[in-house]
């Protein structure tokens, strides 16, 4: 099974939550960011992401969720959310992420904000976490 099937079960997992989930009154997850994480994951090529591993996929009270991948010298996390500001035209939704990776014996972090419709830079992200 490929790891674009693994994390649409674990997104499937995630989207039927029922609230309070995690006992601290979180609400159920954004159905909207389901959506959306499904047809990235279904845009995104075999070729251009074959050697992902599987990511965990792991819900975020208030109603968010991300993938994380891990290797020894690596790790990258998508964070699927709302924005709290939005501007016209907009829907809302972004992708935060984080990327690190171990420099000698020090990390090295990027942090930032995509479009949910970036998929070329999302592809970007992922080739780097291969690479």
């Known amino acids: ?3 674009k099937d693994k994390a649409m079960e674990g997104l499937e997992v995630i989207a039927n939550l029922s609230e309070d989930w995690d006992g601290e ?6 159905f909207d960011l389901v959506v959306v994480a499904r047809s990235l ?13 599987v990511p ?5 009270s208030g109603g968010s969720f991300q993938f994380e991948w891990h290797l020894p010298t690596k790790y990258l996390e998508l964070e699927f959310t709302r924005r709290q500001k939005l501007e016209f035209g907009d829907c809302g939704m972004s992708i935060l992420f ?3 990776e171990m420099v000698g014996k020090k990390p090295k972090t990027v942090c930032g904000e995509l479009n949910v419709w970036d998929i070329h830079s999302v592809i970007q992200l992922l080739s780097w976490f291969v690479s």
Do not use: A, F
Not at 25 to 30: E, F, N, Q, V
Not at 56 to 60: K, M, N, Q, W
């Open 1 to 3: 099974m490929k790891w």
């Open 25 to 30: 009154g979180s609400p159920k997850t954004d």
């Open 56 to 60: 965990y996929v792991c819900p975020i």
């Open 41 to 53: 994951l279904s845009g995104l090529k075999d070729d251009v992401t074959n050697n992902l591993p």
């Open 98 to 100: 984080l990327r690190e």
